[in-house]
């Protein structure tokens, strides 16, 4: 099975960035869609980003596209989120998740999570 744990969450002022990690161990996610979403409170959980297996594709939310930007290091099976120029808005649980398909954008058709990072930003 397949284990995500994220990092790099924690409290940030408007405009500062912060860079999420999600390591994925119990197997390799190569050939797999990796992708973030965040929920805040009293809120549903919202896509944010996604990329395909091989990094040839990928999908922002319009709250986000500019700002943030989605990697992944399949050698070290790990997907990043670079979270630029933040906003209070973008507070919120964090989640790392694994699609068994080649390239995923609703939550789904993700097949595996992370127990989130959260991310708080104050103006």
């Known amino acids: 099975q397949v284990q995500l744990m994220e990092s790099g969450g924690g409290l940030v002022q408007t405009g500062d960035s912060l860079r999420l990690s999600c390591a994925a161990s119990g197997r390799t996610v190569s050939s797999y869609a990796m992708g973030w979403f965040r929920q805040a409170p009293g809120k549903e959980r919202d896509f944010v980003a996604s990329?395909?297996?091989?990094?040839?594709?990928?999908y922002y939310a319009d709250s986000v596209k500019g700002r943030f930007t989605i990697s992944r290091d399949n050698a070290k099976n790990t997907v990043y989120l670079q979270m630029n120029s933040l906003k209070p808005e973008d507070t919120a649980v964090y989640y790392c998740?694994?699609?068994?398909?080649?390239?995923?954008?609703?939550?789904?058709?993700?097949?595996?999570w992370g127990q989130g990072t959260q991310v708080t930003v104050s103006s």
């Open positions: 998740a694994v699609s068994r398909l080649r390239l995923a954008t609703l939550a789904r058709e993700y097949d595996y």
């Open positions: 990329i395909s297996w091989n990094s040839a594709y990928t």
